[in-house]
């Protein structure tokens, strides 16, 4: 993600961005799952997801931000 590209074994290259975006979708939809469930274990999951959405897109958008500004 650093701007150098990381061969896989089988040719070609990694996508380190395209990789974080899926877990960032895959995030997004497991805590709308979660986001009106009525107890405070699924309600403490939704923060901790939202949290973590947050904290990934910051890092990407600074990512962005650093390679064209």
Do not use: C
Request: no cysteine.
């Amino acid at each position: 993600m650093d701007g150098n590209p990381v061969p896989k074994e089988s040719g070609g290259y990694w996508d380190h961005m395209q990789e974080m975006q899926n877990t960032l979708w895959g995030l997004r939809n497991h805590a709308e799952t979660l986001k009106n469930v009525n107890n405070p274990e699924a309600q403490a999951a939704y923060g901790r997801a939202t949290d973590a959405i947050n904290k990934i897109e910051s890092a990407l958008k600074d990512m962005v931000y650093d390679y064209f500004p």
